[in-house]
């Protein structure tokens, strides 16, 4: 059974930084892609950022310029750096690994103070 644990959430202020961690039970690699999303109270989970096996990435438009995915694959942490924070960007904070299911974190708060 693959594990998936996020840290690294918060309470921060506009225009502030984090950078979240999502460390992985098994090679990352393994993975076809690894994703960050993200849930808002009332709202739909939603895609943050997305990598794949081949290193592509996706970003929503709303964190594009602001927010970087990236994996290490001697730790099996996926990492999302988070910048220039605003009150919007306030929510649960999840990872998730596709294999031929997809596993999901947790989540980690992270809340963005105006």
């Known amino acids: 059974q693959v594990q998936l644990v996020e840290s690294g959430g918060g309470l921060v202020q506009a225009g502030g930084s984090l950078r979240l961690s999502c460390a992985a039970s098994?090679?990352?690699?393994?993975?076809?892609?690894m994703g960050w999303y993200r849930q808002a109270p009332g709202k739909q989970r939603e895609l943050v950022a997305r990598?794949?096996?081949?290193?592509?990435?996706d970003y929503a438009d709303s964190v594009k310029g602001r927010f970087t995915i990236s994996g290490d694959g001697v730790k099996n942490t996926l990492y999302l750096q988070m910048n220039s924070l605003n009150p919007e960007d306030t929510a649960v904070y999840y990872c998730?690994?596709?294999?031929?299911?997809?596993?999901w974190g947790q989540g980690t708060q992270v809340t963005v103070s105006s």
């Open positions: 998730n690994g596709e294999l031929l299911v997809t596993f």
């Open positions: 990598i794949s096996k081949g290193g592509s990435t």
């Open positions: 098994t090679n990352i690699f393994r993975f076809k892609a």
